[in-house]
């Protein structure tokens, strides 16, 4: 199974890998074999040195969920990996914040606030 393929089969499992990037590169990482289980030192789980430098980065993993999102709001008419309102609002103002857009496939530029705006 491909990197794509896997993050989108944890999109379609759960809505907090479609919300939170951190717990899905966590659940990434913990699928490939990185995250280890440390009895001795009361650990649920970490990642080595050696693991991490391994591991695919977050920013792959980042890149990857976006993409996905993108191409399944663009497509079709069951949106089934889309991130929940709440999220998707924060990340369009963020993205307006940075001075960049959210490309979910329907904003425009409101010329007046001079950002991108939900449709």
């Not at 920013?59 to 191409?71: A, D, E, H, M, V």
């Not at 709440?86 to 606030?113: A, I, M, W």
Request: proline share 4%; hydrophobic share 30%; net charge neutral.
């Amino acid at each position: 199974m491909t990197l794509k393929q896997r993050i989108y089969s944890l999109l379609l499992e759960d809505q907090k890998y479609r919300d939170n990037d951190k717990e899905l590169v966590w659940r990434i990482w913990d699928d490939l074999g990185y995250v280890k289980t440390s009895e001795g030192y009361g650990c649920e789980g970490m990642i080595t040195e050696e693991g991490f430098f391994e591991a695919p980065a977050p920013k792959t993993i980042y890149r990857c969920r976006r993409s996905l999102q993108r191409t399944d709001s663009l497509t079709g008419e069951v949106k089934l990996i889309q991130p929940s309102p709440k999220v998707k609002k924060n990340r369009v103002k963020l993205s307006n914040e940075h001075g960049q857009s959210y490309q979910e496939g329907k904003l425009e530029f409101d010329p007046v606030k001079q950002v991108m705006v939900e449709v």
